[in-house]
């Protein structure tokens, strides 16, 4: 309850030391909110009309807090350029980032445990070194470069997936998980490979531990050994990693999505920022705040379930 | 049972990445006949508000939404829409519509003369200073006269029918900023930002000749310009304008017709006439001899584009003087010489402001600084976002030089020339010249058209010779479309009429 | 075996940084095409043995460019890193040492800003600053400066209670002396390899910076933004988007060699 409760109060600092910054950093830019609503024909009274009819021109501060509090009662305000209810312009979008966020990470977990096992298992083998330097390689690969580098392989030589044929989750679901395997993974890959590292190096300090050896001689298999007792210890520090690497993968799908054309929280975002449309740039702060909140508790508890040793009120 | 715990769950997680494998392989292809595809490279991220929408990309897809009493047909003449026929008095001063009979707007009521009467009113109220449609301030009055709507002018003006195409709107409308209600050949069905646009086709359109074709049209948001031809051909998208050459010639020509126009704007180096070393007329000479449109061309568009000598572009006709594009001619020395004169020997270093969206003026930039070079001026690119570039460059004029097109948002030589006489709110390259403001006062107010058109060929040539600006091209235009549709039209003006575009069969 | 490996990364790591210290310098001073100048007759050219990368759709020589490229990226990087360090330090050290009230403060401000994805953060005081080399430094480090603070705070935490602080602080030391001469070189070797970590991250940073359209202004190259030109031609001229790609992987693998040998 105390953990919760500290976690939340985190999350509020969070959100409030971020959007105040935004908040006031958005009105010290040269864009005027009023001028890209009204364009470039607007004459002086009409802009000042509209930016008192948007309270743009009372002091920062009080703004601020009036969004604050309406944010509080559910109410994100309304997009300046979209002139809808930002609500439904965001909540619209949501399951597209959180998609590619959740698919990234399940390729993730998927391609590095068995890789980090494997390798593991057969250190110093050939197969072993190959798999870690290309490993390295790939880990140095920069998520947008990965997705040019799918494009061409899935869409131009083996002609599996059109870039840029994104279609939208309510009319064709299969369609759309389809679309996403290829942005994910090229998010997931470079995070993959770090994972790999990091289970493989946890693993392999393992293999010297006593119980191992104890667990050996009681005549388990190898498999045994590993998936049974030492996975348990081993798998700790990679859990950590995952959880900061779901913070990354968020942060990441915002240039991912520019690269293969999706209408997800990101370039909602990058364009709102170039619109000046603040209510949306603030909204989606606080909802990318709050996923990255949920990931780190879901890390937590994860983690008291795999090592009762560790219990959050002594944190 | 704990143990085997994570080996399930590993398990578990690839349950659906298989999923995902197999359900990919089945993506059905619905019947296309009466649905179309269109792709737009920017989304509508504007009020949908047909009489406060700024942005261009906005305009073209709303006009196949809604109507004015009159409205352009793509030869850039004027054919009756909501108003049947119309009348100008021999003075220019009165201009009279009759109402088309049983015109209905999209949610079913008929359009009547107050509709009419509050959708201009609405455009030429001043009460917020000046009105929606500049042009407007000259309207004395409106009033209705039995089945007929009347305007009377302050100033003769015979101009005045190209800005009669303003939107007719329903008054009951108590939303026009998200609801779009038109009397057009498509009605409004959805938008979901940053991704798609979409109208259907309005059954009870006034004239069934000229009724939408196709059922169904969705606008599509491009979310990478970069591989948009894989898009086309993977049948995601059907027709798109503007494609940039590199990825047309990408598309396979037995599935695609590749149509080819210009864009009807202004493309130029515009200057900041007010600002050193830029109100030297000299300096801004010595750029214009230091340039080679063709060069540009051969970079930008692979060569296609037309040249242009002053703020006219060919789809003007008449009004459109050719023999302005050899004021300059490429003359290395000449620029230097002019650059001497102006006190300039060494050269000088200036700001290209850019609105980085768009690929062809920003990749104009990186010519025109490798051309200034050679003259030892030296041009430091500014990539801003389109919205800085709207409130600093053109709204607040703090800018040194910016590579734009300027269009014309009516079919009237004005809408072109008007913004460089002195006191006009759009002048932001801060022109100035007396015999420029003369000239443009003469063609605006003369009734004969001869005269009109020499007064304006006369201003065309005061802009050219006084170097006003850099003038470069009519960007070339790209359209894409799938060989299953056709009877796409170029308008002299930014838009996309859908609703001549039918099944081919 | 262990060391081996270490040294293996040791060495192929310092290779690949000499090899991308050497091209981007030798590159510099050999009589090279100038990275801006455009030729139409070369556009597109593929790789050969005068143009070794080819040339872009401008013409322009991408060897030039990806050399130019790098070392405006590694410039950045360098500049970012700084930055981050340099207050990272002084908040790091300053709150590790003293705590108390703006200890908790400052470290919930922190926290509270590390949780918070660093390139988000970078992109908003992008839209503050305006677009640039220069803001891209400053927007970078800044957006780095909780994840030094947070390593140096926690070493400083470590070594404030330790017998030779103690020490020195009876021989009358006092705290700036304390904080610089004594505690800061012991905390040498974490910093070193965060610096490196850091370092990596800077580099990828700015690519995806470049790469959306902010930093380094066209003509001027750098490796995102050859990256993102690169795309509308990856059919017909793959090898525009291949070298500058090459780059940005060369130099975060040497690094993340570098720093793979250093950790304990």
């Not at chain 1, 009274?45 to 009819?53: F, G, K």
């Not at chain 3, 500049?79 to 403060?105: H, P, Q, R, S, W």
């Not at chain 3, 700015?206 to 202004?217: D, P, T």
């Amino acid at each position: 309850m105390r953990y919760a409760l500290k976690k939340i109060v985190t999350m509020m600092i969070t959100v409030i030391v971020v959007t105040l910054f935004v908040y006031i950093a958005f009105n010290l830019i040269s864009g005027d909110p009023a001028i890209s609503m009204l364009g470039t024909n607007a004459t002086p009274e009409r802009l000042n009309a509209l930016r008192e009819e948007l309270h743009l021109n009372d002091p920062v501060i009080v703004r601020y807090f009036r969004w604050l509090i309406a944010l509080f009662k559910g109410d994100m305000g309304v997009s300046y350029s979209y002139r809808i209810d930002v609500s439904t312009m965001i909540f619209d979008k949501i399951p597209v980032t959180a998609t590619m966020a959740a698919m990234s990470f399940i390729l993730m977990i998927v391609i590095s445990i068995p890789l980090g096992i494997h390798t593991s298992k057969y250190q110093g083998g050939v197969l072993d070194r190959i798999i870690m330097i290309l490993n390295q390689i790939i880990m140095s690969i920069p998520p947008f470069f990965s997705g040019i580098l799918i494009t061409l392989i899935f869409g131009r030589i083996l002609k599996i997936f059109t870039p840029g044929g994104y279609v939208s989750y309510s009319n064709d679901f299969g369609g759309f998980l389809w679309y996403m395997f290829f942005p994910s993974l090229a998010i997931a890959l470079p995070k993959a490979t770090m994972a790999v590292k990091l289970l493989r190096g946890s693993l392999i300090s393992e293999y010297n531990m006593d119980y191992v050896r104890t667990a050996y001689s009681k005549g388990n298999t190898t498999n045994g050994v590993i998936y049974n007792h030492m996975l348990k210890n081993a798998i700790l520090p990679v859990i950590t990693f995952l959880g900061m690497a779901l913070t990354d993968i968020i942060a990441g799908s915002i240039i991912v999505e520019q690269v293969f054309g999706i209408p997800g929280l990101g370039r909602i975002l990058l364009t709102s920022i170039s619109n000046r449309d603040y209510p949306v740039v603030m909204a989606i702060i606080v909802i990318i705040s709050f996923m990255v909140l949920v990931v780190n508790m879901l890390v937590d508890i994860i983690y008291s379930l795999i090592d009762p040793r560790i219990s959050f009120e002594d944190k | 049972m704990k143990k085997t715990t994570l080996r399930g769950l590993l398990l578990l997680l690839m349950i659906p990445v298989l999923a995902v494998a197999l359900c990919g392989c089945s993506g059905d292809k619905k019947g296309k006949g009466s649905s179309i595809v269109v792709g737009i490279p920017q989304d509508l991220e504007d009020s949908l508000d047909p009489h406060k929408v700024e942005a261009a990309g906005t305009k073209e897809v709303l006009f196949n939404i809604f109507e004015g009493l009159i409205k352009p047909d793509s030869n850039g003449d004027f054919i009756p829409a909501v108003a049947q026929s119309y009348e100008v008095s021999d003075d220019a001063l009165t201009y009279t519509f009759t109402l088309r009979d049983g015109v209905k707007f999209h949610d079913g009521s008929t359009v009547t003369l107050q509709d009419v009467k509050y959708s201009i009113d609405r455009c030429a109220d001043t009460s917020g200073g000046s009105p929606l449609v500049a042009a407007y301030s000259n309207i004395k009055d409106t009033q209705i006269d039995g089945n007929n709507f009347i305007i009377h002018l302050n100033e003769p003006d015979t101009e005045f029918l190209a800005y009669m195409t303003t939107a007719i709107i329903p008054e009951s409308n108590k939303n026009p900023d998200t609801n779009p209600v038109g009397t057009g050949p498509y009605m409004f069905v959805s938008r979901s930002p940053q991704e798609n646009f979409i109208v259907k086709k309005f059954d009870d359109y006034y004239d069934k000749d000229h009724a939408a074709h196709i059922e169904n049209v969705t606008f599509k948001v491009i979310g990478n310009m970069d591989t948009v031809a894989m898009e086309l051909q993977s049948g995601a998208i059907d027709l798109l304008a503007r494609i940039p050459s590199t990825q047309a010639e990408l598309l396979d020509k037995n599935e695609f017709t590749i149509l080819e126009e210009t864009m009807n704007l202004v493309q130029a180096l515009y200057l900041n006439n007010a600002e050193a070393p830029f109100d030297n007329v000299k300096v801004r000479q010595a750029l214009c001899y230091a340039i080679d449109p063709a060069e540009i061309m051969l970079f930008v568009s692979d060569g296609k584009g037309t040249e242009i000598g002053s703020s006219m572009f060919p789809a003007f006709g008449k009004y459109y003087m050719e023999e302005l594009n050899d004021t300059y001619n490429q003359d290395l020395d000449k620029a230097k010489q002019l650059l001497s004169e102006a006190g300039y020997p060494d050269g000088f270093s200036f700001d290209i402001t850019v609105a980085s969206n768009y690929t062809q003026h920003v990749d104009t930039a990186q010519v025109l600084s490798d051309e200034f070079a050679k003259i030892g001026v030296t041009a430091n690119i500014k990539l801003v976002e389109w919205d800085s570039w709207l409130s600093d460059v053109y709204n607040d004029r703090k800018f040194q030089s910016t590579v734009v097109g300027v269009d014309a948002s009516s079919l009237t030589a004005s809408a072109l020339l008007q913004r460089f006489t002195s006191d006009s709110s759009k002048n932001f390259i801060n022109y100035s010249n007396p015999a420029y403001d003369e000239a443009f006062a003469k063609a605006k107010t003369a009734t004969d058209e001869d005269e009109k058109t020499k007064y304006y060929k006369e201003c065309e040539r005061i802009l050219s010779e006084d170097a006003a600006n850099v003038y470069i091209q009519d960007l070339p235009e790209f359209v894409a479309i799938s060989n299953k549709f056709t009877g796409y039209e170029f308008y002299p003006l930014y838009v996309q009429d859908i609703a001549k575009i039918r099944p081919a069969d | 075996m262990k060391t081996n490996k270490k040294n293996f990364n040791f060495i192929l790591g310092i290779g690949i940084i000499i090899f991308m210290v050497l091209f981007v310098f030798l590159g510099r001073i050999l009589p090279l095409r100038d990275a801006n100048a455009i030729d139409a007759t070369l556009k597109f050219a593929p790789p050969s043995l005068k143009h070794p990368f080819g040339c872009d759709n401008f013409g322009r020589e991408i060897l030039s460019r990806v050399i130019q490229g790098s070392f405006s990226t590694f410039c950045i990087a360098l500049g970012t890193v700084f930055i981050g360090t340099f207050f990272g330090i002084i908040i790091g050290a300053l709150t590790g040492y003293f705590g108390g009230l703006v200890d908790e403060i400052l470290m919930r401000i922190n926290d509270a800003i590390f949780a918070f994805p660093s390139i988000l953060l970078a992109l908003l005081f992008i839209s503050l600053l305006g677009p640039g080399t220069y803001q891209v430094v400053i927007a970078l480090g800044i957006a780095f400066i909780p994840s030094f603070a947070r390593i140096v705070r926690g070493e400083f935490l470590k070594n404030r209670n330790m017998d030779y602080v103690k020490c020195a602080k009876l021989l009358g030391a006092s705290d700036l002396r304390i904080m610089v001469i004594h505690i800061l070189p012991n905390t040498l070797k974490v910093l070193l390899n965060s610096v490196l970590i850091g370092f990596n991250n800077a580099v990828l940073a700015e690519a995806s910076m470049s790469f959306l359209g902010i930093g380094v202004q066209p003509p001027d190259p750098s490796l995102g933004r050859m990256l993102s030109e690169a795309q509308g031609f990856l059919f017909k001229a793959p090898n525009y988007a291949l070298f500058p790609g090459l780059a940005i992987i060369l130099m975060v693998l040497g690094f993340g060699l570098l720093s793979d040998s250093f950790e304990k």
